[in-house]
């Protein structure tokens, strides 16, 4: 059967979970039904201040409005293997279409991979915005990975651990995406899965982030305080299957420049990661993923070759 992926529903939304309920339980519970159905939610209340997320919205779209020669003064260096700079990025969606952001990647977690060349000296607020910020994130991330290993019936630090323990990777991106007037023939980011564990996203007020549901493009719409949580290939892979993780991309907008700053959380690149093996232990719980080294997995997944 063939499958209309530019059919939309407006009607439906990707669940909202409030974390401030007393209930911990009930919020577990919610957390990890949303990621096996959806892959994708958002959480408000969830402990972040929103002013700091708008100071983290402010400083990243002051870079962004900086001429062009200032920020290449964090370009990504041309024959750099790493993803951390600034940069200018075109490509093609599954149905030919051009796609075009430019973006900025760095590091923000663990402070040994922190390379500041890469983060914005102006505006002179965006290093201690950043910084508050990522302390603040992987509190979240953390949290929700525990309340996702509870829901595999394992200790609370499983996923954790599998994904490399206190040597996780956050790697902050800003995706900058100006108006379009015809959004039919230029998307934001094409059709995709995330590579990593999971991801935390804010957005500003434009929309454009979609997630694929039961055939169907749903908008993801995001309160000014809330955070989008998305699961990754590595959640998938580590769950046994257990927690999708979600096809999405970012359509544009006709006339409001649409702003993104998701973290990525994510394996150092040496870090062997696969089904958690208490999954795959059990005489019934055959293992449906291969483990692999992040860095082959990843160079695999860009360059579109099969994984086992
Ligand atoms: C991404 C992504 C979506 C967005 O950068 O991986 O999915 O809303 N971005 O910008
Ligand atoms: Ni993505």
Same mark, same amino acid.
């Given at each position: 059967m063939e499958t209309n992926t530019n059919q939309e529903n407006a009607s439906l939304d990707i669940p909202v979970i409030d974390?401030?309920?007393?209930d911990e339980e009930l919020v577990a519970r919610a957390v990890v039904k949303a990621s096996e159905e959806w892959g994708i939610f958002q959480v408000v209340n969830? &402990?972040?201040p929103p002013e700091l997320i708008r100071r983290l919205q402010e400083v990243g779209k002051k870079f962004f409005e900086l001429p062009e020669a200032e920020k290449e003064a964090v370009s990504k260096p041309k024959?750099?293997?790493?993803?951390e700079g600034y940069r200018t990025m075109y490509q093609k969606d599954l149905e030919g279409r051009d796609a075009w952001v430019d973006h900025l990647f760095h590091r923000i977690w663990p402070p040994s991979r922190?390379?500041?060349?890469?983060?914005?000296?102006?505006?002179?607020?965006y290093i201690e915005v950043n910084e508050e910020y990522a302390s603040h994130l992987k509190k979240l991330s953390e949290k929700i990975m525990e309340w996702l290993s509870e829901g595999l019936g394992?200790?609370?630090e499983a996923l954790k651990e599998g994904l490399g323990g206190e040597m996780v990777e956050y790697l902050m991106k800003i995706n900058y995406y100006p108006p379009c007037i015809d959004p039919d023939l230029v998307? &934001?980011?094409?059709d995709h899965t995330d590579v990593n564990g999971i991801t935390l996203l804010v957005a500003n007020e434009a929309l454009g982030l979609q997630a694929f549901k039961d055939d169907l493009w749903i908008d993801a719409k995001c309160n000014p305080s809330g955070i989008i949580v998305i699961i990754g290939d590595q959640i998938l892979r580590m769950s046994n299957g257990k927690y999708k993780s979600v096809q999405h991309r970012a359509t544009r907008d006709k006339e409001k420049t649409r702003i993104s700053w998701p973290v990525f959380v994510e394996s150092s690149l040496d870090h062997v990661f696969g089904p958690l093996p208490e999954l795959i232990s &059990?005489?019934?719980?055959?293992?449906k993923f291969k483990p692999y080294v992040y860095k082959d997995f990843k160079f695999r997944k860009l360059k579109k070759l099969s994984l086992d």
């Open positions: 974390l401030s309920n007393q969830h &402990g972040i024959d750099s293997m790493d993803t922190v390379t500041y060349r890469f983060w914005p000296k102006n505006p002179r607020e394992l200790r609370r998307v &934001g980011a094409p &059990g005489e019934d719980s055959a293992p």
